[in-house]
């Protein structure tokens, strides 16, 4: 049997690894650290578990994510396509 994209990432403990370094660089980024100026560090922290548990569930994962679909999470904040571009 195949493994999974979640194994093959290396399970929890890597994707968990990847958002701990990637969403502290997005809250430093010039061009997209407003999303964050108002978020204490509770929301931050949660979003941060969302995160992970959304990437996780979605690379065939063990974990069910209870969050919001992407869209939804994201409607009203404005993010414009250069924003999606800092991405990259």
Wanted: charged residues 30%; neutral net charge.
């Amino acid at each position: 049997m195949s493994k999974t994209l979640y194994e093959r990432l290396g399970g929890y403990d890597a994707i968990c690894a990847v958002v701990n370094d990637f969403l502290p660089r997005l809250q430093k980024d010039d061009a997209l650290s407003r999303y964050w100026e108002h978020r204490g560090d509770d929301g931050v922290s949660r979003e941060k578990q969302l995160l992970i548990d959304f990437l996780c569930a979605s690379a065939g994962g063990p974990l069910y994510y209870t969050g919001r679909d992407m869209k939804t999470s994201h409607r009203g904040m404005r993010v414009s396509d250069s924003d999606w571009s800092a991405l990259r």
